[in-house]
């Protein structure tokens, strides 16, 4: 830089910018619902999925149990599907609209409504059959069949 510069003989002005300060201090509050309760209500622990609900309380103990899990579908059988799905040990519906599907939860003692209830759904391919509510393969072909030994 040439000495005559007008930029070099300008003085450098360090002063911190004017704020302007707020009449009011804000809430501290960060959480806008206050009265939630700590711990989970027994509704939202039975919809958790089983996967997140064995990873955060560690495998409950429960007993061996194959349920069926099925769509919506369009046949005069739905109906009679759903009642016998709600008569299952436990039944659940997951999503809405075109979405839902049932679950219905079986136990050994109840293989005689197990049945009844995959006659009615089991052709469909959409149906699936989850042993310990996880999809195994030849729950169908292998595990149903064993569990029919069980009916007399």
Excluded: C
Excluded at 29 to 54: C, H, M
Excluded at 66 to 76: H, V
């Amino acid at each position: 830089m040439k000495p005559t510069d007008p930029v070099a003989e300008r003085p450098i002005d360090n002063t911190p910018p004017d704020v302007p300060v707020p009449d009011y201090r804000p809430v501290e509050r960060f959480w806008p619902y206050v009265d939630l309760p700590e711990q989970p209500t027994e509704q939202e622990l039975a919809a958790l999925n089983p996967e997140l609900s064995e990873a955060l309380f560690g495998t409950p103990p429960l007993p061996f149990s194959i349920s069926i899990d099925f769509p919506r579908f369009d046949a005069p059988d739905y109906a009679r599907a759903v009642e016998m799905a709600r008569a299952s040990a436990e039944y659940r519906e997951i999503g809405s609209g075109a979405t839902l599907r049932h679950r219905a939860r079986f136990y050994p003692q109840d293989a005689v409504k197990l049945r009844d209830l995959f006659d009615l759904v089991g052709r469909f391919d959409a149906t699936e059959v989850l042993i310990d509510d996880r999809p195994v393969p030849y729950a169908r072909e292998l595990w149903l069949p064993l569990l029919w030994f069980l009916i007399r």
